[in-house]
């Protein structure tokens, strides 16, 4: 069975939270965004490695963590930008297409989106406290999700990051879409790979646009390194004869 390196108390980078060894941070650009992007983020996802919400702020110069408080209301005044229509993502929301019909051509740079990130619970304890702010927002996200580090409790629910992904696509930010595709990707076939879990993170990468974008990315990954934790063994006594008589030995 695979050994994961994801222990309890094993040392972590500060940003991806992933161990050294599997450390991506600088191994993509990160991903301009016309768009604002904010989240207000439930407690127990601040610390969480897996956090996409954590890998949106990341990768994506200008967006904001919000942290969230049970029982103590944001304040909208930190949190809307001026100048710009506030969108929150929530399936309770009105239709993208609603939107997209009353205003064909809308603006990206006078959007902002709010992420609500927690689980389904949690969410909706969280838009009950902005959904005054500005306009719900629902995504026909289809299909299964893309999010293989956590069980996603129902068809057609999604991660945080996949919320913005298919907002990106629904108004023509189809550049910026496949870049955080590449980021958000790449974070999850790495985690797996942190986690001891190759066969599934090579089936996981069998689909993904990481192998065709990113190869010489991968082959850097997946080259054998020692580890920085395991014990350093002692020269035997061989090793150390010859390494002596080596060093008496004439240059040629």
Known sequence: MARSVVLAGSERCDRCRLPPRWCICDAIAPVACPLQVDLLMHPRELWRPTSTGKLIERVVPGSRIHPYTRGVPPDQATIAAPGRELWILHPRGEPVAALMAATPTPNPSGIQVLLLDGSWRESGDMLRHVERWGRTVHLPLSGPSRYALRE???EGRHSTVEAL?????????????????????????VTLRARGKKGHAEA??????????LPDLLTRLNERRPNPSSPRQPPSVATARDSTLGSDLPSP
């Open 165 to 189: 992904l298919g907002l990106l696509g629904e108004l023509g930010l189809s550049d910026i879409e496949t870049q955080l595709r590449l980021h958000f990707e790449l974070h999850v076939y």
């Open 204 to 213: 996981y990468l069998a689909g993904s646009p990481v192998r065709e974008a």
């Open 152 to 154: 996603q409790q129902g």
